[in-house]
T-cell receptor
Framework: DQQVKQNSPSLSVQEGRISILNCDYT??????FLWYKKYPAEGPTFLIS?????DKNEDGRFTVFLNKSAKHLSLHIVPSQPGDSAVYFC??????????????FGTGTLLAVQP | EAGVTQSPTHLIKTRGQQATLRCSPI?????VYWYQQALGLGLQFLLW???????NRGNFPPRFSGRQFPNYSSELNVNALELEDSALYLC???????????????FGPGTRLTVL
């Protein structure tokens, strides 16, 4: 059962335009969400996170939106740059007071930013 | 500040052997996590260690085990290797606040394990 889903395996965007990566989840107990960027043969790099008490978090070019009623979050990258080309993973956790801490990852979306 | 480090970068073993993978967390981080990324699959949670104890375990057989040392570094051991254990093994760390591990995990570069 895939609790975190990224339904778009790939996305191609022109440099300077907006990239929107989407993620859906099924477990209503998830209360913390993160986005990671990953290059081949490297570990994931943390980008941005959001707690379930918020609906938006912004950090530079990256903004994450959370719609709890739809169990949906998205990552907006504006403006997109060729160096943003990588696989983007959405992850979620259910903190239960710190008892679990495991991250549940989506399958990733490959973003290609064309110059 | 140094990030999470892992060794070795690559490891080649044969079926039935044992593999030992090592991880050093970011300085000040007490929690260490292990994940497996097999070919074509996403990142799957393996183990979580905090303050030297195993706190949580993913759906993996007991031949996947590990430990955390007093300096918070960690080892992942995989016994009786099988071909399907070939994967990228990622270690992550997080800091602890108020007695609980925080949720942002920072990853190392991974160890590529190949089982022949």
């Amino acid at each position: 059962d895939q609790q975190v889903k990224q339904n778009s395996p790939s996305l191609s965007v022109q440099e300077g335009r907006i990239s929107i990566l989407n993620c859906d989840y099924t477990n209503s107990m998830f209360d913390y969400f993160l986005w990671y960027k990953k290059y081949p043969a490297e570990g994931p790099t943390f980008l941005i996170s959001i707690s379930s008490i918020k609906d938006k978090n912004e950090d530079g070019r990256f903004t994450v939106f959370l719609n709890k009623s739809a169990k949906h979050l998205s990552l907006h990258i504006v403006p997109s740059q060729p160096g943003d080309s990588a696989v983007y993973f959405c992850a979620a956790s259910a903190r239960y007071g710190g008892a679990t801490n495991k991250l549940i990852f989506g399958t990733g979306t490959l973003l290609a930013v064309q110059p | 500040e140094a990030g999470v480090t892992q060794s070795p970068t690559h490891l080649i073993k044969t079926r039935g052997q044992q593999a030992t993978l090592r991880c050093s967390p970011i300085s000040g981080h007490t929690s260490v996590y292990w994940y497996q990324q097999a070919l074509g699959l996403g990142l799957q949670f393996l183990l979580w260690y905090d303050e030297g104890e195993e706190r949580n375990r993913g759906n993996f057989p007991p031949r996947f085990s590990g430990r955390q040392f007093p300096n918070y570094s960690s080892e992942l051991n995989v016994n009786a290797l099988e071909l399907e254990d070939s994967a990228l093994y990622l270690c992550a760390s997080s800091e602890t606040s108020g007695g609980y591990s925080t949720d942002t995990q920072y990853f190392g570069p991974g160890t590529r394990l190949t089982v022949l």
